[in-house]
């Protein structure tokens, strides 16, 4: 009997291949043993049309493509060494399209202090882009998905929900024909800007990782609900959620239809490549020193994932960022 | 005045995207300080349509996807330390042709005592797979496409034509619809599995770096002639090669219509996977205790590349291996 990948759903057909692999633990990026550190890298393909809304520009396709790897480093704690990129694109396409990728790439790069050495190109009937970012972090530094125990602070960097308010303006303004009306609007300019335009929190990561306070930690690149479960998971804990703790983007209510619209927008977009992380509670002042955050909740004993706010205490689903597809987008 | 990538052709599109990156100098593999080493990496994208013959079984496209990325790391005398894959598959796919495609992957890098350490996992509309493969190498023992100096050896690994033999083998079986004739004949079985299983030289490229004899390297992906415009251009050299002393496969001779076929299937075909490489010519009993070669040329100070034969010198055209679409397949 055959079955289809679509059939099983994204969660099984990377169970299967990291069973394959033998790749036993999900982090933001896979570790090479080297000496006294690790280098750490990681790799994400990009597609036109599941993965840039169309009134991205090219130089912003560029730039992303960068970005979300140049986040994954910095969730591990690492410095990051340079980037590879396997471009695939359409022959017909402008050549001026493409110098403008490649100088977001850069430019993104360079924003974080890095490079991009070199990479492949290839034609392909979709623009295809396949970022690769090494880094290398201490052993004893590294900040992995595992280490949150009971208690723990529960953080976030930044604000939330502001890429997934930017996606929403984005697609509207494009079903409507009103891509203009974006760029006349200081508010929505700004939401899609987050969104296209991500700002992978190098500095604080690495800051983050120094400051030894850190027990557990990820990027929230499919959102804060999925994130959560994905530390539960890999630390074997719960976590609380304080409702009104959450730092939403005060342009979310822009364009969120009431408080509980922009709520689902901070906990289900992806997008806003936050780092989301643990600190063990004596060590909150370490913490501190290293960057700005926001203490959001607590990780518990008992393996459930809730949000409580004045009124009520519910449990939190595991709803995220899906592309279009059946399946996609599962770090191995 | 716009233009586009396919009437701009692959050499200008790539010349422009390194020039906008600062990416001076085209190797196997992109290189990084690490203090006393360079860590190198390189990346490759692969399509369905365009890089695999339709006889493929999916155990073989994913051997591929790692054989091409372990033989860069190769040709620069590095050992490896891993590999990442990005893959984009369509959601119909069998989930049995995806585990034979990830079997392939883990069977290729552990032949080449290694491992694919995790990866991207997307929806694509065609097969496409990214390859990253990462090593390391002490600099002193580095070894890169310039370096030749006039008077040294030229020389190769292994045999050449056959995975090009191979691919007319396929190519014609499919078109006429007889790709049941190759499992029955051992000599076309053996052509077209040189093409799909290529093997690295691993070993060999390593054992070349400790001999201390090689002056610059490259491995033949695109064909031994582009692969020596290549060295030459780097090298600053020229290059004149004894057509009867390239160890042509003895298989190509089933395939090729004569003689001078098979020549050019050594010259131009890719897909062998050697590594072509210089050698002082004082130093080349330390490479040939390194592993088995066979010296075919030598370097010249006059900026030419010429095949010589016993009744001829002729200029060596750059025609090598080409993907069927406008501009592919440009190392950065």
Same mark, same amino acid.
């Given at each position: 009997?055959?079955?289809?990948?679509?059939?099983?759903?994204?969660?099984e057909?990377?169970?299967?291949?990291?069973?394959?692999?033998?790749?036993s633990?999900?982090d933001?990026?896979?570790?090479?043993e080297?000496?006294?550190?690790?280098?750490?890298?990681?790799?994400?393909?990009?597609?036109?049309?599941?993965?840039?809304?169309?009134?991205?520009?090219?130089?912003?396709?560029?730039?992303?493509?960068?970005?979300?790897?140049?986040?994954?480093?910095a969730?591990m704690?690492?410095?990051?060494?340079?980037?590879?990129?396997?471009?695939?694109?359409?022959?017909?396409?402008?050549?001026s399209?493409?110098?403008?990728i490649f100088?977001?790439m850069?430019?993104?790069?360079?924003?974080?202090?890095?490079? &991009?050495l070199g990479g492949?190109? +290839?034609?392909?009937?979709?623009?295809t *882009?396949?970022? %690769? =970012?090494? #880094?290398?972090? /201490?052993k004893?530094?590294?900040?992995?998905?595992?280490?949150?125990?009971p208690?723990?602070?529960?953080?976030?960097?930044?604000?939330?929900?502001?890429a997934?308010?930017?996606?929403?303006?984005?697609?509207?303004?494009?079903?409507?024909?009103?891509?203009k009306r974006?760029?006349?609007?200081?508010?929505?300019?700004?939401l899609t800007?987050?969104?296209?335009?991500?700002?992978?929190?190098?500095?604080?990561?690495?800051?983050?990782?120094?400051?030894?306070?850190?027990?557990?930690?990820?990027?929230?690149?499919?959102?804060?609900?999925?994130?959560?479960f994905?530390l539960?998971?890999?630390?074997?804990?719960?976590?609380?959620v304080?409702?009104e703790?959450?730092?939403?983007d005060?342009? &979310?209510?822009?364009?969120?239809? +009431?408080r509980?619209?922009?709520?689902? *927008?901070?906990? %289900? =977009?992806? #997008?806003?490549? /936050?780092?989301i992380f643990?600190?063990?509670?004596?060590?909150?002042?370490?913490?501190?020193?290293?960057?700005?955050?926001?203490?959001?909740?607590?990780?518990l004993e008992?393996?459930?994932i809730?949000?409580?706010?004045?009124?009520?205490?519910?449990a939190l689903?595991?709803?995220?960022?899906?592309?279009?597809?059946?399946f996609?987008?599962?770090?191995?």
């Open positions: 009997m055959t079955q289809k990948c679509d059939d099983l759903g994204e969660r057909v990377v169970r299967r291949i990291t069973k394959i692999l033998g790749v633990e999900k933001d990026c896979a570790m090479a080297d000496g006294e550190r690790y280098l750490v890298w990681t790799t994400d393909m990009l597609h036109r049309k599941a993965d840039f809304p169309g009134i991205a520009t090219p130089w912003q396709i560029g730039w992303m493509t960068v970005a979300v790897n140049l986040s994954d480093v969730a704690g690492a410095v990051p060494l340079g980037l590879l990129v396997a471009a695939g694109i359409p022959p017909e396409t402008d050549m399209f493409v110098e403008e100088t977001g850069k430019d993104c790069a360079h924003r974080f202090d890095t490079r &991009v492949d190109l +290839d034609s392909h009937n979709e623009l *882009l396949v970022g %690769t =970012a090494l #880094g290398w972090v /201490e004893d530094l590294a900040l992995r998905r595992r280490g949150a125990r208690g723990d602070l529960l953080c976030t960097t930044g604000t939330l929900g502001s997934g308010a930017g996606l929403r303006v984005a697609l509207g303004a494009e079903r409507k024909g009103e891509t974006i760029e006349e609007d200081a508010s929505l300019l700004a800007k987050r969104l296209l335009e991500p700002a992978p929190r190098a500095k604080e990561g690495r800051a983050l990782a120094l400051s030894r306070s850190v027990t557990s930690m990820m990027d929230n690149s499919d959102g804060l609900a999925l994130s959560l994905d539960a998971e890999a630390s074997c804990v719960g976590f609380s304080q409702e703790r959450i730092p939403i005060p342009l &979310v209510a822009e364009v969120a239809e +009431d509980e619209d922009a709520v689902d *927008l901070a906990l %289900t =977009a992806g #997008g806003d490549f /936050e780092l643990t600190v063990t509670p004596d060590r909150i002042e370490d913490a501190a020193r290293a960057c700005n955050f926001t203490v959001i909740g607590k990780a008992e393996r459930e809730v949000i409580e706010s004045e009124k009520v205490k519910k689903e595991p709803r995220g960022y899906q592309h279009m597809s059946g996609s987008e599962g770090k191995l």
